[in-house]
């Protein structure tokens, strides 16, 4: 089931003098989803916090825009009433993904904007997307230990500072942060995930040229399954 995604979307009516603006009713109970097999069914609940009725809208789409997103999303559109919870069922076919590593999926879920009782309004279409991951059964290691895992580099690119990262566990690694530090000085990598098996690059602009990899140490916040922050220190070579 593939639905076309517009983050933002906007539905507009413009008044020459003070619009007033319609909020967003939807809360997402989690800030990710993990199905982890042997179960082929996963569950989100949506919460209305505003107090009159609104319409949501979900799907699932995958990392890499393909079409074959094997997965069912129950309800797809659904009323729901003011100051109510609905729980959003994701269900795994079974077949197609890889069963030695993890795999990255996307969760959308959009407010519908209803019709206003008033002239002069901005009605926003807000959209969630949230990180839909199925964990195979029987990968070696645990999630939380997978951190302590990354082996970090330090290289230099056109007389650049960059620093590299490899994931060799079977789990994808979201960042809440990542800060080289040198002494008292913090320098910030802006890398936000790492997939399994795979190496991401990013240039440290900030980081003074000629610095020793042995003068750096790597501090991580890692957000874990239920959305927390995990903290881990990583060492770091040239």
Request: with cysteine.
């Amino acid at each position: 089931m593939k639905t076309p995604a517009i983050a933002g979307l906007i539905l507009a009516s413009f008044a020459l003098f003070s619009p007033a603006c319609s909020q967003a009713g939807i809360n997402l109970e989690n800030t990710r989803v993990v199905l982890a097999a042997p179960s082929k069914e996963a569950s989100l609940v949506i919460k209305n916090s505003a107090t009159e009725d609104l319409m949501f809208q979900a799907w699932i789409e995958s990392a890499d825009k393909s079409e074959d997103v094997p997965f069912a999303i129950t309800p797809v559109l659904k009323r729901l009433a003011g100051e109510q919870q609905q729980v959003l069922r994701i269900l795994y076919s079974g077949k197609g993904l890889p069963t030695d590593k993890e795999s990255l999926y996307w969760l959308n879920v959009r407010e519908v904007p209803q019709k206003s009782r008033e002239e002069n309004t901005l009605q926003i279409a807000v959209q969630q997307r949230l990180k839909l991951f199925y964990r195979p059964a029987g990968l070696p290691g645990k999630v939380t230990e997978a951190p302590q895992q990354l082996k970090w580099r330090l290289l230099a690119k056109d007389g650049k500072p960059y620093l590299e990262v490899t994931n060799p566990s079977a789990f994808h690694l979201s960042f809440a942060a990542i800060t080289l530090r040198m002494g008292s000085k913090g320098f910030t990598a802006p890398i936000d995930m790492v997939a399994p098996a795979a190496t991401t690059q990013v240039e440290m602009a900030e980081l003074p040229n000629g610095v020793q990899a042995n003068s750096l140490k790597v501090e991580l916040e890692v957000i874990g399954d239920f959305g927390g922050i995990l903290k881990y220190d990583g060492a770091i070579s040239g």
